[in-house]
């Protein structure tokens, strides 16, 4: 009993170092372009509770960043980031970093850990993070690979293992197999034991198929909607098809995944949520008539 007061005395007073110490920080005062944004110096934070205080050595920018940069959607704004402008003036939520401090509630971490996850304001020299938001950074994998990670790689795992429960052996298509999320699912599906066919333009069909890719599909050269091959799972990346073509392409078992959706409903949201057909409209992307197919949609963030 007396280590662990031991020790969150000492957190405390590690954390009170950084008291009243200064940091370097992306800012912005209201919603708008990147040409709002300001370098500034600002007060370094101190974790407390559960978080983290984390030495950002790389910060990963996705897509995410310029909803919350611009406030759109709109309804974003309703949802709690503030209605004429912003409540958090920093930015970015993917990082990799070495972890400073820890709150007193921190187990599993300690001071010097290299780390990546999800945080707040990231774009700065030390950002906060909740600690079962992080995990170490493999071995192999820089600072800089591993902020790429977590939005797409989440939003790419939840999308195959979760909505689409990608079985091995399954034929998989891949729409947008190029972008932030499309590379990360190339992946996964491959290394979960799927046949995956990738959909990209002419440029990037060297790197899908570099990925693990079994076939690719330039949608240059080649309209996917005159296919006659049908896939156990379709994820689309972006949304921008309508679902009448998608459903085409599904066995009759088959399941359709979304993620994005950029052009329907002024952004690609925040949420995720699946049915099985016949189901309502959803928030995203998801519209599905009666029939023996699966759709789930998944709206966090799109790439192509």
Not at 207 to 236: K, P, W
Not at 296 to 303: D, N, Q, V
Request: hydrophobic share 40%; with cysteine.
């Amino acid at each position: 009993m007396s280590t662990k007061r031991d020790l969150g005395a000492g957190l405390q007073e590690r954390n009170s170092e950084f008291a009243g110490l200064t940091m370097t920080a992306v800012e912005r005062d209201t919603y708008g372009s990147a040409e709002l944004l300001q370098v500034r110096t600002v007060g370094r934070p101190t974790a407390t509770g559960d978080d983290v205080l984390v030495a950002v050595g790389a910060a990963g920018l996705d897509r995410g960043a310029w909803h919350v940069m611009t406030g759109r959607p709109y309804l974003m704004r309703i949802a709690g980031f503030g209605l004429r402008r912003p409540k958090n003036r920093g930015l970015g939520s993917e990082l990799a970093g070495v972890v400073e401090a820890l709150g007193p509630n921190v187990t599993g971490l300690a001071v010097g850990d290299a780390v990546f996850g999800v945080g707040r304001a990231s774009f700065a020299e030390y950002a906060l993070a909740a600690a079962d938001k992080l995990a170490r950074i493999p071995a192999n994998l820089t600072h800089e690979q591993a902020a790429a990670v977590p939005v797409s790689g989440i939003t790419a795992l939840q999308a195959l293992r979760d909505k689409g429960r990608i079985q091995a052996g399954q034929s998989v298509l891949i729409i947008g197999a190029s972008g932030g999320v499309g590379t990360l699912a190339v992946q996964i599906a491959k290394a979960l034991g799927a046949q995956v066919t990738g959909v990209c333009s002419t440029a990037k069909t060297d790197l899908v198929r570099s990925l693990g890719a079994d076939h690719v599909i330039d949608y240059t050269a080649e309209d996917i909607a005159t296919s006659n091959r049908r896939y156990d799972l379709v994820l689309d990346i972006g949304g921008n098809r309508s679902l009448r073509t998608l459903r085409r392409l599904l066995t009759t078992s088959g399941t359709l995944v979304i993620v994005g959706g950029e052009g329907g409903v002024d952004g690609s949201g925040s949420a995720a949520s699946s049915a099985r057909s016949p189901c309502p409209r959803s928030f995203a992307n998801g519209w599905s008539r009666s029939s023996p197919t699966r759709t789930a949609t998944t709206s966090t963030r799109s790439e192509r």
